[in-house]
């Protein structure tokens, strides 16, 4: 189990000493070392930070912030690296350039050695890989930065796959984590543009997030969820888990023996219709997020692959994204309302898939939106580039402070990636013609009479179960009501500008009532001939305009820095 509880400890040991360094080392490296000198890390961590390298090995003008901020979490690592994937499918985080160079974030890491993956499957599985497989090759077919792969046999000469997580990799990504919540914890208190985005929070959500990713036992579920919903489709094929041979830490499932949909010219060699694959590859993902609303959500070309007689198969289902059925009817009334050209409506539903801190101006939104949509309306549909649509609509958002909901966006990319996959396959391919009936199908489903009748049923339950509470929640309140623990709040909100303004005001007032009793009380004392006494002056009426003095000069000084007289 992961645990970020440890929030301040990295800051007061040297647990993780060699770790933090090399990760300020990297900071530094990839040219963002100005932030560590905006949060005063010098303060909070005593290992010599000021005698670490500083030296930025990329120029700015070679590269972009964001290509030096994907180099950088590439280089620290399987944390960073997942945490990059994880702010790429978040628009609502960072900004849409950041977005596009986080998601080719790559796994560059070495295999780990036999001797562990025995000792692993053993520890797992109670018994070594060769007791348990007819054969099990040593050489993986892939490694990650999470895991790796191997092929085996099974006693009855079935091919399997399994998946071994890496030795100790919880143990690496919960100290990386206690690092990462510190640094995020003094961006928080130090930096006031990043304290709205919370920076703790997120990793907190990477935290849950990252568990569900390394913890097998779940991926094995979405593989299974997954083959439920495609049961009996013969354009597609799932591999089977091996429940006994799986647990958290190994996931053992059939063998794909195909051709990557990447490897176009051994597709086209081997006699595959390619324009065929694009139009299955598009059924299916369009089936996943409008009918089933369980969908792949990273469908690059590594993940697809082509089996005899055209079928595909969907690997490595650990990032799945999901879409309610409120999800759906929202996005396909977006487009609906787009094709009608209905300006109100359609930012009406735009305003549905995001969510923000303060209404935009509408106006000006409809404008935005419907300059995009006319630059594409005209074109033909071949032509449209989703990915670029996607990058547009994104930063309309973002100009008027709006964040797209993370599952809408992971469809969008998802949809994206389809459109690539399904271009490369075939020039002529076309996402809009493949879509618009699983759109059309969506949007006219919430007008069918049996949805009514059933949608009609919830209502009338939902409001008999109000009534029915009605009585005892009144019966509750009237009891707090006599035992006197019945309790009004009220909050008033916005109006700290006035409270402080007020504040300002009252001591300001203060600081003259203090001003003027000084000098009244001093100039009475003057006049009178108490000892002792500086040239016939007394010294404690002096003393008194000096104090008056200091007083009145702070007080010009505090109005002046207001630029109010």
Known sequence: MISIEKLDVVGRTYRHIDRYRQILTVIFK?????????????????FGIKKLSRELWYRADELSSAQRLRMGLEELGPTFVKLGQLLSSRPDLIPVEYLEELSRLQDRVPSFPYDDVREIIRDELGEYPEDIFASFDEEPLAAASIGQVHKAL????????????????????????????????LVERHIEEFDILKPTKIIEEFARGIEREINYLSEASNIERFAAHFAGDPTIVTPRVYRDLTTDRVLTMDFIDGIKVSKSDRLREEGYDLTEIARRGASLI???????????????????????????????????????????????????????????????????????????????????????????????????????????????????????????????????????????????????????????????????????????????ADYYRLIQNIP???????????????????????????????????????????????????????LSDLPPKWHDIPIIGIGGFIAAGIVGFGLLVSILRRTRL
């Open 154 to 185: 099974l006693d009855d000469a079935t091919p399997v796959a399994m998946k071994i997580q890496r030795p100790d990799i919880h143990e690496i990504i919960e100290t990386d984590l206690e690092i990462v919540t510190h640094l995020a914890s």
């Open 286 to 460: 369009m089936k996943q997020i409008f009918l089933h609303g369980f969908f792949h959500a990273d469908p690059h070309p590594g993940n697809i692959y082509v089996l005899p007689d055209h079928v595909v198969c969907f690997l490595d289902f650990g990032l799945m994204g999901r879409m309610t059925r409120q999800d759906r009817e929202d996005f396909t009334e977006l487009i609906f309302h787009v094709v009608r050209r209905d300006e109100t409506k359609v930012v009406e539903s735009a305003l549905r898939l995001c969510y923000f801190d303060e209404p935009p101006d509408e106006r000006e939104l409809e404008k935005d939106i419907f300059g995009l949509i006319d630059e594409y309306m005209y074109l033909p549909l071949p032509e449209w580039d989703v990915s670029r649509l996607l990058r547009r609509f994104l930063g309309i958002l973002t100009t008027h402070r709006l964040r797209l909901m993370p599952h809408q966006f992971l469809m969008m990319k998802a949809l994206a990636a389809l459109d690539g996959v399904g271009s490369s396959l075939d020039p002529e391919f076309d996402i809009i013609s493949h879509g618009t009936p699983f759109v059309r199908d969506v949007y006219f489903q919430r007008f069918n009479p049996a949805r009514t009748v059933t949608d009609m049923m919830q209502t009338g």
């Open 472 to 526: 005892g929640d009144v019966s509750d309140l009237l009891k707090k009501a006599r035992e006197g623990n019945l309790k009004i709040v009220f909050e008033h909100r916005g109006l700290e500008p006035m409270l402080d303004t007020h504040d300002r005001i009252s001591s300001r007032l203060s600081f003259a009532i203090v001003l003027a009793s000084l000098i009244i009380g001093s100039s009475l004392i003057a």
């Open 30 to 46: 990839y040219g963002f070392g100005e932030l560590l000198d905006q949060i005063h890390l010098e303060n909070y961590v005593q």
